[in-house]
């Protein structure tokens, strides 16, 4: 972080919290971990099993459970909080808006705007950015530069997105979503029929849906449904790079890790996790709380809480034992010869 | 889908077709399979395996096979044709043009072209385009915006380039080319010679070449060549996010699912299949016809209409048999080390 | 290449080169291998391998090394070099400012920067790019169109940004770095932390630093740090679709192929190699010098100057024998069957 915070900035945010130790540096310049932070670093006990880097620890400011009894060495101040992760959460904040401030609302003097859009007053559209007819844009909703926001999209409010993002015509973004940069939503299926003359593009007439609270990654693409929609489920969180294809129906708090692909009408049920570079065929569906090993290829359907992993997938126990008996296939195969050659 | 279909545009569309049934609705709201179809959608039996579904179908118009003898069922309407499939194909295309309608044609005020390019006045450049040097740009091309049309670059008839797509210098791209949105064509190549101050870069001076009818999927990679050229031959379809490498030639009606990784200078024949996030190792050559199932990965040539699957690559079959003997792995050392204490 | 060379402009750059033969075209048109050149093509020989493919290469003008006595063909000129292999660079650069030559410095009269922005007189800024409050741009650098440098971004020396390339708020660009078009540098790290109600995110507020030198692929994404950096060493080359997570350290030297996946803060030490569509479980190390191969799942540390293969990840000879014996399972579980039968 280039950037220094005020002790004063922090106490104020905990206005009673009780503290101990006389250390009253004017500026905190970073943020580490009990073991690796150094004098002028702001540290926390957020989990009890790192409480034993605690007495060794440099930090010069740290904050503490309440109830937490060790006394801080010359040098410290400990904060004292109801929940250290959340108080972290709170200084992390006040450092995002320092560190990465919003622009001032409105539009930028080199943005373009279509007749009919409606772009609520609280909002920031940045530089180059493309505004289409119809499109809704509402409160609160920060518009990075080099956008393309398409005909008829409606995006919530307070969502953000970032430098670069496509959001292409009749799509619909909820509330407080973050899209970063890059990415494009609403490409065109892939879906052709063949014919004597090579292969016939099927039109894809339908759009993406994206629930509040959905995050995905830089350079992600979703393409929209051949008719209807393509959907991600409220509380989804979708890593770079990654494909989601035509149809596909995603749940609400899925964890997707980057450059999974999934192929086009595929469901995934709420609250599945999956690894990086999975990949799904087509048409299938994958039970709630599933979890998918990273790598995988499913060909099948999953159940819920299953939890698969190889191509072809297997219960990773399974698949972890059998890893296992590969590595010994150089030895049974010998051990057969030599049972054989004992014939 | 947001808009509503007057049925008078669809009988419009088939003027000699026969009908049964004294269903009149005014809008048609969606299209729909004959198993899922409401009252307001119109369905169609475009393949007899579907047959099976038509008497309990609630669409409320049915495209259907000339000859088919099953009587609409109150509040339904039967439109009888020579090919349902094409009919529907006919009603998709309308409908696009409703959804998502070409803009006006001309440069966009916001778009800039340099001295010396060339731009039919039938295309259409949208908002934040650079159209560079000696740049031509032929009849009813789309240019959606902030794309960047290099030097030299040659694009033709009717070609769609969706919103962000960047064609770098010398490239040549055919007519009908449909390119989705955040596409890189004629990036450089990843081409070093090590010497003793490290990796060296060996300078990309070639283009690539999109031949006619060839479609590009979202935020894909096409490196240009060393010398001369990457080729994508005509009427090849490539998905999302894949990754075309330098001196790469594809050949004609393949087609590529997302996120596969081409290696550079491997060539592809014509017709191959090429299944998604499947991998090639440089410098090898893929008969024609072959197909490759996702996620291998392909290190050797391929024989024209082989059918090949994993990593190694083995025949689809043998894959196939030897993943069913891994599952019994376990019990296979389980039952060897019996036999053995029996000696 | 679309481009002719004049004669005099190649021995204009070796002017104490000894040459053999009386050929003396206009112009070179192509740069071709001994074996594939045309008459009216430039080869060389700048690997002994290749020198049984002198005698009857049809090459007009062939770069040789000092010493070798073949004589040319009619038609033919013979250049004799210390390095034919460092002349042919020369020539390729020379080529390659013809063919992509650098745009004239300055702000493109599109473009925009915010107060305060640095931008060095000698660098090149293209149509649509912005340039945040505060960013500094250094001698020679190349941006091109629709590039975005955010707040606080430094750019060094020599620098070439591609089109559409975003490098957002507070990252840190060394000299003499290329990054191709699309590429996005500085999203937000993919890190959430779980409570009642979901997903809740945890903010990014570091930075990403890329050292002298490194060179970048088209479509990739590199996220920045949580609290400190994510790093990409001296000389590093990464290919095009590569994610690297949040706090990623990268040594010097190393090669990335397209479509690698390296999770959050995995490090990643000198000269590494890794080929393409490898992935990388979180928070390991990979020490100097090793191979992974295309496709390996890394998900635990790797010693330095390993060379691993496939998912779980096998040293490379183990990992060949293995694929060997996999094949040779159906005859295994045969003659067990066969064995047992006997009993």
Same mark, same amino acid.
């Given at each position: 972080m280039s950037l220094k915070l005020k002790l004063k900035e922090i106490l104020d945010l905990f206005p009673e919290a009780q503290t101990s130790g006389d250390y009253q540096p004017e500026f905190i310049s970073g943020i580490s971990s009990l073991e690796q932070a150094e004098s002028h670093d702001l540290s926390f %006990?957020?989990? +009890? *099993?790192?409480? *034993?880097?605690l007495d060794d620890s440099n930090a010069g400011v740290i904050l503490l459970p309440e109830g937490e009894s060790t006394s801080p060495k010359d040098g410290q101040l400990f904060i004292f909080l109801d929940s250290p992760s959340t108080g972290l959460a709170s200084i992390c904040r006040l450092l995002e808006d320092k560190l990465f401030p919003a622009p001032k609302p409105g539009l930028h003097p080199t943005s373009f705007k279509e007749e009919g859009a409606q772009i609520d007053p609280s909002s920031v559209i940045g530089a180059f950015c493309y505004v289409g007819e119809n499109a809704i844009i509402g409160e609160n909703a920060i518009i990075g530069t080099h956008c393309h926001v398409g005909r008829n999209v409606i995006i919530g409010k307070g969502c953000r997105l970032h430098p670069g993002v496509k959001i292409l015509s009749n799509c619909i973004i909820g509330n407080d979503v973050v899209i970063n940069a890059g990415v494009i939503v609403g490409s065109e299926g892939y879906g052709f029929e063949q014919d004597n003359s090579g292969h016939q593009k099927i039109p894809h007439l339908g759009k993406v849906i994206i629930e509040d609270n959905v995050e995905i990654g830089a350079n992600t693409c979703i393409d929209r449904a051949r008719f209807d929609e393509t959907r991600i489920g409220k509380g989804t969180k979708i890593d770079n790079l990654v494909q989601v294809g035509h149809n596909v129906q995603i749940g609400k708090n899925c964890l997707i890790v980057a450059q999974v692909g999934i192929s086009g009408s595929v469901v995934i049920e709420d609250d599945v996790i999956v690894g990086g570079q999975a990949g799904f065929a087509g048409h299938l569906r994958v039970g709630k709380g599933a979890k998918i090993a990273g790598q995988s290829g499913i060909t099948k359907s999953v159940e819920p809480g299953a939890f698969l992993k190889g191509n +072809?997938? %297997? +219960?990773f126990q399974l698949a972890q034992r059998i890893s296992v008996l590969q590595r010994k296939l150089p030895d049974l195969f010998n051990r057969f010869a030599q049972e054989n050659s004992k014939d």
């Open positions: %006990l957020g989990n +009890p *099993k790192y409480r *034993k880097f +072809p997938a %297997l +219960p």
